[in-house]
C-alpha cells in the first residue's frame, strides 16, 4: 500500500499514479492510498490503512488485543494512541479511536510488525493486558479481565514482563489483586 508522498522522492508523480490506476495495475483503496491489484488482502487491512494515514500512532487496546488474538471482541475502529500533544488526525476511512498517551506510556512496548508489507507498530501482548486495566473504564472490566485470562493461557507468556508494562502504565496496584485470583 502506498500513499503519494511516499514515492515522490523516487520521481512519481500523482499524474503518474494515476495513470497506474487508469491501466489497471494500481487500485485506489482510499482517499491518497493505493494498492497493487490483486493485494493480498488479510483481515488486518484496517490497521494498514490507519498506519498509512496516521503514521505516528500505534496500534493498542482492542485492535491489539484482535491483533494478538487475546480477545473475542472485534472492534469496527481502529484502536489508536498517539502522543497527549498530537493534534488528533481526521480520517474518513477506517473509523479511528483515539486514545492519548504521554511519554513513557506511548513508548514503553511497541513493537514493529509487518503487515501486508507495510509497517506497523502495535503494542506488545503484555502492555495491552495493562493498557486494558488502565482503560477499563472506557472498554470494560470485562474485557480486561478476559484479556488477562488469554494471556495467562498462552503458551509465550511471562508474569514479570507484564509487571513490568503494568507498571509504565501505573497499573500494577490494580492488575495485582486480578492476577493473585485467577492465576
Known amino acids: 500500500m502506498i500513499r503519494p508522498r511516499d514515492v515522490a522522492p523516487g520521481g512519481v508523480t500523482r499524474t503518474a499514479i494515476a495513470r497506474l490506476v487508469e491501466a489497471g495495475a494500481l487500485e485506489r483503496v482510499g482517499r491518497g492510498l493505493y494498492a497493487p491489484v490483486g493485494a493480498k488482502v488479510t483481515e488486518h487491512r484496517p490497521l494498514v490503512e490507519a498506519m498509512k494515514r496516521v503514521p505516528k500512532g500505534v496500534v493498542c487496546l482492542l485492535s491489539a488485543l484482535r491483533y494478538h488474538g487475546l480477545t473475542t471482541q472485534n472492534p469496527h ?107
Open 77 to 183: 475502529e481502529v484502536w489508536l494512541a498517539i502522543d497527549v500533544k498530537a493534534r488528533k488526525p481526521v480520517v474518513d476511512w477506517p473509523p479511528l479511536r483515539i486514545v492519548r498517551f504521554s511519554g513513557r506510556a506511548l513508548a514503553f512496548g511497541v513493537e514493529r510488525r509487518v503487515v501486508e508489507g507495510v509497517e506497523v507498530a502495535v503494542t506488545s501482548k503484555e502492555k495491552t493486558v495493562a493498557d486494558c486495566f488502565k482503560y477499563r473504564n472506557k472498554i470494560g472490566l470485562d474485557v480486561a479481565l478476559e484479556a488477562l485470562r488469554e494471556y495467562l493461557r498462552s503458551k509465550r507468556r511471562s508474569i514479570d514482563d507484564l509487571m513490568r508494562a503494568a507498571e509504565a502504565c501505573r497499573v500494577a496496584n490494580v492488575l495485582r489483586p486480578y492476577l493473585d485470583a485467577i492465576a
